[in-house]
């Protein structure tokens, strides 16, 4: 019976031994054998430098010996030859009739869009109205065409803002167009009329650099460049805008010349003004100048956004040279097959393991963007990616 007894202590003991070891063989191997892993997801990545200088056009400044200007173009707006872009005045009368002019243009149009109102039946035809005016509006938002803005939002304004229990009459309106046709006739009498002398871009905005030109951009270095920076001038007397001339302008920067490496004479690169400019720009390389203390000055010329760029002259820009899009995977994950000299990953796919060759496009710290597939077998967003793990193969069932 002892023996008995004996036999089942050691028993049980051996068991429990058996069990310790492995439960401390699984402990053990749940942690040296964590397998880490990652979502594949679509990524962009921009490479570029930053560039520090000054934008250039062919500009003339505008000026007048009149004591007081009552400018009639608007900002950004395309004026022709003999166009009228401001009155001269010399006395205080004729500024003041001149604000009356403007005040009852602006009136007349609130009450012919009234008027106009009026005669719409029920609240159908007024809705009508107001969703063609939106649309007007957004319309010349989207086309650039500042000048047209005053009038269209005045329009807007007078259909949604305005009571429809006001009421326009006939004789209303005839009264501020005799008084305008009054005002109009004496306000000849005392005034200069100044045109266009030449086509362009007209913008109030003078800040003292117009005498800079794009041919002065020649043969550019940093050191040239920030003497055209310091030799902006005090406005000119009289000065109450300017022409711009040409569809082109530059951006002449300074750039260090790691950076400028990437660039090319000739082809076109991003630029983005941050703050300064909400949209980003393709402009072409012009000219890469001579180095001088790892600087280069770099002149590009761009062909669009001229009107909406006017009132910048200094500014600095994030100049993108590549752009590239794909699926982002940890550097660590990607395996190289040095029979066929290519790269793949592991993914898990139904709890199994799944090769994905892969071509990577580029190479960050520690991630890479590789190229999206096309075919049934290709890396794709959404993947399980095994970033790394113990006796990872493909065809391995995971737990």
């Known amino acids: 019976m002892k023996r008995t007894d004996r036999f089942t202590i050691i028993t049980s003991l051996i068991i429990f031994l058996a069990f310790l070891c492995y439960a401390g063989y699984a402990l053990y191997s749940s942690i040296t054998d964590a397998t880490v892993t990652a979502e594949a997801v679509a990524a962009t990545v921009e490479i570029g430098g930053q560039a520090t200088g000054i934008i250039v056009r062919d500009e003339t400044v505008l000026t007048s010996d009149g004591t007081y200007i009552d400018v009639t173009a608007a900002d950004g707006e395309r004026v022709g030859v003999g166009q009228q872009l401001a009155t001269a005045m010399n006395k205080q009368t004729g500024l003041e009739r001149a604000n009356r002019i403007h005040e009852l243009e602006l009136e007349i149009e609130r009450m012919t869009a009234l008027s106009e109102l009026d005669s719409a039946e029920g609240l159908t035809a007024r809705d009508d109205s107001v969703n063609t005016a939106v649309l007007s509006l957004t319309s010349a938002i989207a086309r650039g065409e500042l000048t047209e803005l005053e009038s269209l939002s005045l329009a807007l304004s007078s259909l949604v803002f305005t009571s429809s229990r006001e009421t326009v009459t006939q004789a209303d309106l005839d009264a501020l167009e ?108 012009v000219s890469l100048g001579s180095g001088e203390g790892g600087e280069v000055a770099v002149v590009f010329r761009c062909s669009t956004a001229l009107a909406e760029t006017l009132a910048l002259r200094e500014v600095s820009a994030e100049v993108v040279f590549d752009t590239y899009s794909g699926i982002r995977v940890p550097a660590e994950a990607i395996r190289a097959d040095e029979e066929t000299d290519s790269t793949y990953v592991y993914v898990i796919t139904a709890m199994q393991v799944e090769r994905k060759d892969i071509e990577i496009l580029y190479a960050g710290d520690g991630y890479c963007i590789v190229e999206r597939g096309t075919d049934s077998n290709s890396l794709r967003e959404g993947n399980t990616i095994i970033v790394s793990g113990k006796d990872i193969y493909e065809g391995k069932v995971m737990d």
């Open 178 to 285: 005799a008084e305008l046709l009054r005002l109009r006739s004496i306000y000849s009498v005392d005034t200069e009329t100044l045109v266009a002398e030449s086509s362009g871009l007209f913008t109030s905005t003078v800040d003292g650099w117009e005498h800079i030109t794009p041919d002065d951009l020649t043969d550019l270095t940093p050191s040239g460049l920030q003497e055209l920076i310091d030799s902006g001038d005090d406005v000119a007397e009289g000065a109450y805008g300017k022409l711009v001339k040409g569809i082109y302008w530059y951006f002449a920067a300074d750039m260090s010349a790691t950076d400028a490496a990437n660039l090319t004479v000739g082809e076109y690169a991003a630029l983005d003004f941050g703050r300064y400019y909400g949209d980003t720009v393709y402009a072409e390389v």
